[in-house]
């Protein structure tokens, strides 16, 4: 799984501006137990470097993908992170191991307490999971360093961008359901001010609830 993501890091430099992944990025890729996050059926594949169906029509995420857009926000231990689309709580362990807390939305109730248990289990202390619609982000918790979203979005959700610190990364992915979609890079910086740019386009489960 680890030479398949450094191979596509590689591949993919011209789009993403890196032809590999952080170190520290790669190390937690290495760590975190990927068979664990799946269901037994697909615990064969739990090392390929491809997404996996997690049940309720929902996927967990390549592990390419998942290095990228852990990498591409250059995260600090200090950083508060705000994860929509808890699924499996993968994308969720990995972050786990590189900041100081996540909080995590789920929209599926049965896959959000799945996921906490699972984390809560695997020794994942630092993550918090509550299910609900993560476009209106967590005010609660907010302000935060890096959003994380990991299901295909229309527009980037207004609260998102609110709940953003100055400095801060969204990483997302938007464009129209079953049409091409762009991993979105989205940069907020000291004066408030909004930069967005496309990184590469990706496929991703739609972005659902009520907004
Ligand atoms: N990060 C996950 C990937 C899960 S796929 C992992 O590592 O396994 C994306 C997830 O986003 C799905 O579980 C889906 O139910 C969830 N989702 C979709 N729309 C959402 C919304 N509005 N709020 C919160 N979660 C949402």
Redesign the pocket.
Known sequence: MINSINQMAQATSTETGKSRFEQRVMDVMAKVPRHE?VPDSQNPYAYDNRPLP?G?G????QPYI?ALMTDILEIKFSDVVL??????????AILSELVDKIYS????EE?GNKAKKRLARLGYKNVEVKV????HGWEEHAPFNDIIV??ATTHIPPPLIKQLKPGGKIIIPVGEHFSIQYLTLVTKDNKGEITTRNILPVT??????GH
């Open positions: 996050f997690i309720y929902q996927t967990i995420s998942v994860e929509i689309g808890t699924g499996s709580g993968y994308q969720a939305i789920e929209i599926i896959l609900g619609d993560g476009y990991t299901a991703f489960v739609p972005f659902t609830g």
